[in-house]
């Protein structure tokens, strides 16, 4: 297991540009990444999103830190949205709007004496 914990540490390195020694702390927090079922391949994949996310401005760089990292249920929470696959919402087609038909001066003048029939008639009822 050391060996594996001292290769992770070492990919952890390299991916993210880092140099932090490997304390007797620090190799059981990698313990129980993997005691948890976690790999190197996860890792990167969780390194990976979060340096992307880091760039687009929506985590900060102290997410890349060791002991952020290495927290089980974090880590965990990366790993499976880094895994999220978004889709863009279908854009459904807006149906073709057909244009009223025109009105004519006839019809225009009804519809104005009949609205304004019932706006009397709203005023008379309401004492207005």
Same mark, same amino acid.
């Given at each position: 297991?050391?060996?594996?914990?001292?290769?992770?540490?070492?990919?952890?390195?390299?991916?993210?540009?880092?140099?932090?020694?490997?304390?007797?702390?620090?190799?059981?927090?990698?313990?129980?990444?993997?005691?948890?079922?976690?790999?190197?391949?996860? %890792?990167?994949?969780?390194?990976?999103?979060?340096?992307?996310?880091?760039?687009?401005?929506?985590?900060?760089?102290?997410?890349?830190?060791?002991?952020?990292?290495?927290?089980?249920?974090?880590?965990?929470?990366?790993?499976?949205?880094?895994?999220?696959? %978004?889709?863009?919402?279908?854009?459904?087609?807006?149906?073709?709007?057909?244009?009223?038909?025109? %009105?004519?001066?006839?019809?225009?003048?009804?519809?104005?004496?009949?609205?304004?029939?019932?706006?009397?008639?709203?005023?008379?009822?309401?004492?207005?």
């Amino acid at each position: 297991m050391i060996g594996r914990i001292q290769q992770a540490h070492a990919l952890y390195g390299r991916l993210t540009g880092q140099r932090v020694s490997l304390r007797f702390d620090r190799e059981r927090l990698w313990y129980e990444l993997f005691q948890a079922g976690f790999d190197e391949t996860d %890792l990167q994949r969780v390194i990976r999103y979060l340096q992307r996310e880091i760039r687009e401005g929506r985590r900060n760089v102290g997410a890349l830190k060791l002991s952020n990292l290495l927290q089980i249920d974090r880590f965990e929470e990366d790993l499976n949205i880094s895994r999220v696959q %978004l889709y863009a919402p279908r854009v459904s087609k807006p149906a073709p709007s057909t244009p009223a038909p025109s %009105l004519t001066a006839e019809q225009t003048e009804a519809g104005r004496q009949r609205a304004l029939e019932i706006l009397a008639k709203f005023r008379a009822e309401h004492g207005m």
